[in-house]
């Protein structure tokens, strides 16, 4: 039957994303799953790890001119964009270029939380352009955006057991942390895509997905319950956070883009949208029009935000940005 | 039942759009209808025309502190926009104002031909400002875009015996005039408003209002035959538009809007958009989200262009635009 399995190449296969998408698809066994990687990536452990697995690695440039770009799509059924933040505008050649290659749909580098465009986040803005792009070349999509990971959501531990798995301390909570919003363990994202990208109710539509709505504070009395320990919390209050947005934008203002500059302004819109603004929970996404991936898929079965804190004090979680060390939320 | 009527504003009642959604709701008799009117136009002909129908006018300065509008807008249930091309961001405050108001459904000014926002039609991008800041104060919205008017879309007859009707000589065919595209007698789109905004199904949603599918060469046949006179052809070429978009948008890059320096900056990327680009059909208005009303009303009995051709030769049509004399196809 290999003949009939569809063809999707993830653009950004070696991010966290992209790894939770390659390894859905690789683990479902309905795709042959390619991957555009630039020669300076070819290397990375996390994608020869995935090469093992099935991944089939096409070296290519994504600043490549289009007819390079459309060559090395031709035969491929969808593309997968989950490029990182600094590189949301490469999309649009790639984009052009899916269609001349004839790609039957493209997901481009959605992957974040519930926005509306216009001014509240950089990084939805920037993505929305690429939107706007698609939508001028009448090229099939879906854009699927998903909840905030459980990986980056729960609190340090002040015995530091679980450490070995946080990226930030993740104290911080705002407002009171009493904001409900939509939360996902990273690696069912993957798993909503191997479905979304095949389903004919998805075309030209945005889908919400995630595994759960919750608080942030409840999810720290939740770690305080299922570890015996004393979580600690640091208040942040709305003012704080947009002193934050208003000194991020002030840093950032011009192109190119510089991780430096741009990542205290991402992550204090973030802080923004969903911790002040109540943007990333699904009647929100309803309202914007997006589809909600519980309602399309009511069997499927996500991992819970217990399972996941269980692994975590288990000490079997795994950590993400493990190759980083700044502050990321 | 005047209790139970629908409390529907308009802002923009004197203008083309705004007169025929005024005149839908009036002769509806299911709207109690309000008009926000600046003190500068409280005389004009066609909003006196109008209160001798029913219409309340309020005057009301668009730019008004937000409280006030708030305070103006108070028990209102339904407001709709249709202000002019340099009047986009004006509603920016409305909006705002009509949220902490608690008007139920705000239309904002849409009313144009299809179009994906981003770089194509100015005046599509001026309104994808309003919309994203609509989506942003998570109000109930309606965006309500129609066919190309009949009323500009037929030619002059060499005769001259339809220029009383005729605001432009309107004998340019882009690429042929073969490119299919969507048209809408000005009268119905009052019509159609009346159902949408009352209408469940089209809350936080795009509606496209048309009466027919035909291309430019169509009409002209169309005029030709029933007025048994030989129309004139003006060909354009896709360059031809292409460079009037280059010297539209070179003469009108800075703000604020000067309506001499936009107007063929708008008419030419109109070109672009239904002419060249092929863009005002309903299956791409489907693509881009919009709900067809030929679907959500299937008793809407729209005027033909048949019909219109009829008026436009037995010399009973009415022309638009009267009070200008500048070229507006």
Not at 271 to 281: C, F, P, Y
Not at 295 to 313: A, C, R, S, V
Request: glycine content about 8%; some cysteine; proline content about 4%.
């Amino acid at each position: 039957m290999a003949t009939t399995k569809t063809k999707v190449l993830i653009i950004g296969a070696s991010g966290e994303t992209g790894r939770s998408i390659a390894n859905g698809l690789l683990e479902d066994g309905g795709f042959e799953v390619y991957s555009f990687t630039r020669p300076a990536s070819a290397q990375k452990p996390q994608l020869l790890d995935l090469a093992k697995k099935g991944l089939i690695i096409r070296q290519c440039d994504l600043s490549a001119p289009e007819e390079e770009l459309a060559e090395a799509l031709r035969g491929i059924d969808v593309v997968v964009s989950s490029v990182g933040p600094a590189d949301q505008l490469s999309q649009l050649n790639i984009a052009t270029a899916a269609k001349a290659a004839g790609v039957k749909r493209f997901v481009p580098c959605a992957f974040i939380t519930v926005c509306a465009p216009g001014g509240i986040m950089w990084l939805r803005d920037e993505k929305e352009k690429v939107y706007n792009h698609i939508k001028q070349l009448k090229l099939t999509y879906t854009i699927i955006d998903v909840g905030w990971w459980y990986q980056i959501a729960t609190p340090r531990l002040t015995s530091g057991k679980i450490d070995y798995a946080m990226t930030v301390a993740n104290d911080e909570l705002v407002e009171g942390g009493k904001t409900p919003s939509a939360f996902v363990d990273l690696r069912d994202i993957g798993k909503y895509v191997t479905r979304i990208i095949v389903d004919p109710r998805t075309e030209n539509k945005m889908v919400f997905s995630y595994n759960t709505v919750t608080s942030p504070e409840d999810i720290f009395a939740m770690v305080e319950k299922m570890s015996g320990e004393k979580v600690e919390r640091k208040h942040v209050s709305k003012e704080t956070v947009m002193a934050r947005v208003e000194e991020g934008r002030a840093h950032s203002e011009t192109y190119p883009f510089d991780a430096s500059k741009f990542t205290l302004r991402i992550a204090a819109e973030y802080q923004l949208s969903w911790g002040i603004r109540g943007d990333n929970v699904p009647s929100y996404a309803k309202y914007l029009g997006y589809l909600d991936a519980k309602e399309l898929y009511p069997d499927f079965k996500p991992i819970t935000l217990e399972e996941y804190i269980q692994e975590l004090l288990s000490g079997t979680a795994t950590g993400i940005y493990t190759d980083r060390i700044s502050r990321i939320y």
